[in-house]
């Protein structure tokens, strides 16, 4: 049971925009970086957004990621077929001093 | 960066198992690098489970771990070899996953390479 929730899933079409929805507590997004990963099946995680609003480099800017309270957000603009995958945001949190991962997010096209 | 993993394999519930990853690319053991590791794991079909870290950089190494591996799980390391362990005893069902070692670019926890994982499964 992951103390960070995300819907499970949310679809676009081509070159459409779509947010995915982090929400914590204060022992986590409200007082820690959120770093967000993409997950496509049968690979490795790749970190995708660092310390709330980072971009690796490499990343394309249609990702970008922000945090409002305890909720953090993943937009994707622009979206790209190579863009389906599970998303997951994570953070670290004070209460149980560990990092936490969300319940995954699966992107598909419409 | 590039990492490893390896020692993934059936094991009966109650048992225990090794798990290593070998890192290239940086030193496990240079104060001057973020030596800092994680190991994370996803059972089939399921969610990413961060299983715990250890700050590498020389001297001694003081790993932090999940509630869900705490006292069953270990985290190491062998400097010489530029490796980092996984060491899981009284293993269930429960814990099984693919584990994926990672290294920490930056704290807390941000993982910026990662290996390709090696599949753990607990089975009767």
Not at chain 1, 84 to 94: G, K, R, T, V
Not at chain 2, 41 to 62: D, M, S
Request: glycine fraction near 12%; charge should be negative; aromatic fraction near 10%.
């Amino acid at each position: 049971q992951s103390v960070l929730t995300q819907p499970p899933s949310t679809s676009g079409t081509p070159g459409q925009r779509v947010t995915i929805s982090c929400s914590g507590s204060s022992s986590n997004i409200g007082s820690e970086t959120v770093d967000w990963y993409q997950n496509l099946p049968g690979t490795a995680p790749k970190l995708l957004i660092h310390t709330t609003n980072q971009r690796p480099s490499g990343v394309p800017d249609r990702f970008s990621g922000s945090k409002s309270d305890t909720s953090a957000f993943l937009a994707i603009s622009g979206l790209q077929s190579e863009d389906e995958a599970d998303y997951y945001c994570a953070a670290w949190d004070d209460s149980l001093n560990g990092y936490v991962f969300g319940t995954g997010t699966k992107v598909t096209f419409l | 960066v590039e990492l490893e993993e390896s020692g993934g394999d059936l094991i009966t519930p109650g048992g225990s198992l090794r798990l290593s990853c070998a890192a290239s690319g940086f030193s496990l053991s240079s104060p001057f690098s973020h030596a800092w590791m994680s190991w994370v794991r996803q059972a089939p079909g399921k969610g990413l489970e961060w299983v715990g870290r250890l700050r590498g950089g020389g001297g001694g190494a003081t790993p932090e771990y999940a509630a869900a591996v705490k006292g069953r799980f270990s985290i190491s390391r062998d400097d010489s070899k530029n490796t980092l362990y996984l060491d899981m005893n009284s293993l269930t069902t429960e814990d099984t996953a693919t584990y994926f070692c990672a290294w920490i670019s930056k704290l807390p926890s941000v993982m910026t390479s990662w290996g390709q994982g090696t599949l753990v499964t607990v089975s009767s």
